[in-house]
């Protein structure tokens, strides 16, 4: 009785084994192309039901998306599982898909300057401590940085060594010592930098002869030369015919603060009478060299405008007769009486003008 | 490695950790997709990329202006985006007369445009018109290609590769069997993409196998829970749906994309060298010998035919005569 019980319980097993791995088979001519680390599934079978389906295939579509999410699944279920927290989780493999990258391949940097000596040498970094003992504070501090363990700039007494100056002061040289460090270290990073991408640093930029070097960058070395020396250049002797060099001077001039009493004086009383006048007081060339100078760069906006809008509608319209010479009316140096009347356009005014297209004194073309 | 490659270094550690998310690695971060709206955009392109955004959180950045660009015509502004917003995948809506309800979908390589596809919408059914329960977003979907127009041309070769490059989300190593509801359906039929979602909520079954134990009085029954009996799958359309039509495509060359396709050495699978394996599964091994010498090879002694003393020495002179005669 049992037995039969057993046995009857064993073919119901079966039965019901069979009929759930048929809920699960789906019939397909070619078989799908699995990605299961993408979870990807390709299917090549020509979608022929959905061909004679009308214009809105829902149903069939639905249909056809069960049957391959079914493959797909019964391709999961057989991978590798294990349980984690709970949960079961399947080992995905690598994606088979190719997809392109989306930044490039990392280049090897070639190795600074101490790196190669380090390797030469064999020498490698040492491990240090994280903090230090600190005897000044009695406790354990970092070895750099905030609040560190022997701080340099912290102290407020320093003995003048034995062949110094008395009268150098020490906290500055140490401040400058510093900073020459600090200067240096950024130097050497920036070589190794331009090392690194086979660049040259801008402040050597055509210094190294090559041999093909253009007249600018021959010059600029030249002159770089000139001013390396102990007197910086002062007592260099010139060519012949060499001009010196302009602009090496100083860009600003200041007036040192306490010198000519009688000149500042005189240069206060002065502004203060201007300020006090009713007149305008106008340089008249230098108002009309300014005046004419923002109607041609007006102009010049107004020209480029017009030959962007010609090239976007696929044609230039000339450029509406904007010659450089400019409207011939335009120009004339004017002295005295016309003070203020700068504004006054196309001058038609009677009064000397020296020619029709003259222009103004210091204008440059 | 770029941050230290930099003229201007980084003065904070934050900025330090931003510039090294950013610079090329060797395996590299999840694509980040943006959503751009162009200059006249409609009502039915916006939707999309709002629903297109909710699927790909949080690798995604849906940009809530409209930006005054053409895609096929000038990239810089594309490019300028994604450089700022380190995304190197995108997708551009607009809708004019002659395109109405357009979407371009492309990629970037090195913040430059690799392939662009135009798509045209023609009927969508958005996230919210289909009243269900929606499944957990940043949820790893599952993508299936149907139809075999996906591989006749080079067009929709490159779209499904998009496809797969756009919505596959991270690669992970390891997956919830349970969490695998999310399931996107593309079908090339007739000259139209029809992507459809579905969703799938995964119910374990419990197997039960009575076993009866010899010589127990009264049965006992084990059950057995097998959380590993593969489920039938029942889907209920889900997400957004669309159709879609393959209008203009801007594809790279061929020497850009396998340049962008380069795997560095690294990644590349190592060979186990003097390993095979064969058809049957059987794995077979190659094991390298020097040259052996076979006189002093040891065999079974027989005390037989042991050689005794005399016999060894008239050997030696034998031997010794016939090199004689040879030289």
């Known amino acids: 009785m049992e037995g039969q019980n057993v046995e009857e319980l064993l073919a119901k097993a079966e039965r019901d084994e069979a009929e759930k791995l048929q809920r699960i088979t789906v019939h397909k001519e070619l078989e799908l192309e699995f990605d299961l680390g993408n979870l990807l599934a390709s299917d090549r079978n020509p979608p022929t039901g959905l061909r004679r389906a009308g214009p809105s295939p829902e149903a069939e579509l639905q249909a056809l998306a069960r049957d391959n999410t079914q493959l797909l699944i019964n391709q999961l279920w057989q991978l590798p599982t294990e349980r984690v927290e709970e949960a079961l989780v399947a080992r995905l493999p690598e994606p088979t898909t190719r997809l392109p990258r989306e930044k490039p391949v990392p280049r090897p940097r070639p190795l600074t300057r101490w790196q190669q000596f380090a390797r030469l040498k064999g020498i490698r970094p040492k491990k240090k401590t994280n903090l230090v003992w600190d005897e000044v504070s009695g406790q354990w501090r970092r070895r750099w940085g905030y609040q560190r363990a022997r701080d340099d700039t912290k102290e407020w007494l320093i003995e003048v060594p034995g062949g110094a100056d008395p009268l150098e002061d020490q906290f500055a040289k140490r401040i400058q010592a510093k900073k020459e460090r600090v200067a240096k270290n950024e130097l050497n990073r920036l070589r190794n930098l331009a090392r690194a991408h086979k660049m040259q640093l801008p402040s050597t930029g055509g210094m190294h002869p090559t041999g093909h070097q253009s007249k600018e960058e021959l010059g600029r070395a030249m002159q770089v030369a000139k001013v390396s020396t102990a007197s910086v250049g002062r007592f260099q002797e010139r060519l012949p015919k060499e001009k010196a060099p302009r602009g090496s001077g100083k860009k600003r001039k200041f007036q040192p603060l306490f010198g000519d009493f009688a000149a500042e004086k005189k240069s206060q009383l002065e502004l203060l009478r201007v300020m006090n006048s009713k007149k305008p007081q106008l340089d008249v060339t230098r108002a009309t060299n300014k005046q004419m100078r923002e109607e041609d760069q007006e102009e010049a906006a107004k020209r480029r405008k017009m030959s962007q809008k010609g090239k976007r509608k696929g044609g230039r319209q000339g450029a509406g007769g904007q010659r450089k010479g400019g409207p011939p009316s335009q120009g004339g140096k004017r002295k005295g009486g016309l003070g203020g009347k700068v504004n006054s356009g196309p001058p038609r005014l009677g009064g000397k003008r020296k020619g029709g297209q003259h222009q103004g004194g210091k204008r440059r073309k | ?327």
Do not use: W
């Open chain 2, 1 to 327: 490695m770029d941050a230290l490659d930099r003229v201007v270094k980084p003065k904070t550690k934050r900025a330090k950790r931003f510039l090294e998310k950013r610079e090329p690695k060797l395996s590299e971060n999840v694509k980040n997709a943006m959503l751009i709206k162009g200059g006249n955009a409609n009502l039915l392109v916006t939707q999309v990329l709002r629903d297109v955004y909710a699927l790909k959180k949080p690798y995604g950045v849906l940009y809530k202006k409209k930006n005054i660009t053409r895609p096929f015509e000038d990239q810089t502004s594309l490019e300028f985006f994604s450089k700022k917003s380190d995304c190197s995948l995108f997708m551009f809506g607009s809708h004019n007369k002659k395109r109405p309800n357009n979407l371009v979908i492309g990629r970037m390589y090195d913040y430059h445009v690799l392939d662009m596809i135009e798509l045209g919408i023609e009927k969508f059914v958005s996230l919210k018109d289909i009243k269900n329960s929606k499944c957990p977003e940043g949820t790893k979907p599952m993508l299936i290609f149907a139809g075999d127009d996906f591989d006749v041309t080079e067009d929709y070769r490159r779209l499904k590769n998009l496809l797969i490059d756009f919505f596959r989300g991270p690669t992970v190593s390891n997956i919830r069997l349970a969490g695998l509801e999310y399931v996107l359906h593309f079908t090339a039929l007739n000259g139209k993409i029809y992507f459809r979602s579905y969703k799938h909520s995964c119910e374990l079954h419990f197997c039960v196998l009575p076993l009866l134990l010899p010589g127990t009085v009264g049965t006992r029954l084990l059950l057995k829970k097998s959380g590993c009996k593969t489920p039938r799958i029942e889907l209920e359309e889900m997400g957004p749906s669309l159709d879609l039509v393959l209008r203009r495509t801007h594809l790279a060359s061929d020497d850009l994309y396998r340049l962008s396709m380069k795997m560095p050495k690294a990644l590349k699978p190592k060979k186990k060298k003097n390993v095979s394996h064969d058809t049957f599964g059987t794995t077979y091994g190659r094991i390298h010998m020097q040259k052996q010498d076979l006189s002093k090879l040891q065999t079974r002694k027989m005390k037989g035919l042991k050689k005794r003393p005399a016999e060894r020495i008239t050997e030696d002179q034998e031997k010794k005569s016939k090199r004689i005669k040879k030289n």
